[in-house]
Nanobody, 124 residues
Framework: QVQLVESGGGLVQAGGSLRLSCAAS????????MGWFRQAPGKEREFVAT????????QYADSVKGRFTISRDNAKNTVYLQMNSLKPEDTAVYYC?????????????????WGQGTQVTVSS
């Protein structure tokens, strides 16, 4: 059974940092692109960042560019999202996702596996 489990969320003040982790089990994702998405209350799920299978190519939403960094450790079957200079508008449930293909994507429909999400709350 394939599982993606996010961790590292929590409550942080504006300007602070958090590091999210997404641990995969049930199969290896070392040849698959991974992504992070988020969903705020009353809003649609939106793209945050994506990384190719080998970490060589990545893409970010404009709203997080320069503040967030996506990375992966294929030996640990884990993907990370380092979030710095957090803003109240970053408050959302953050989801990890995996594609069946090696290249990343910003489209939610391109992802097959999803985690349950981890809450990130940024206070002003």
């Amino acid at each position: 059974q394939v599982q993606l489990v996010e961790s590292g969320g929590g409550l942080v003040q504006a300007g602070g940092s958090l590091r999210l982790s997404c641990a995969a089990s049930g199969r290896t994702f070392s040849t698959n692109a991974m992504g992070w998405f988020r969903q705020a209350p009353g809003k649609e799920r939106e793209f945050v960042a994506t990384i190719s299978w080998n970490g060589g190519v990545f893409q970010y939403a404009d709203s997080v560019k320069g503040r967030f960094t996506i990375s992966r450790d294929n030996a640990k079957n884990t993907v990370y999202l380092q979030m710095n200079s957090l803003k109240p508008e970053d408050t959302a449930v953050y989801y990890c996702a995996a594609r069946l293909y090696s290249s990343g994507s910003y489209r939610t429909d391109d992802y097959t596996y999803w985690g349950q999400g981890t809450q990130v709350t940024v206070s002003s």
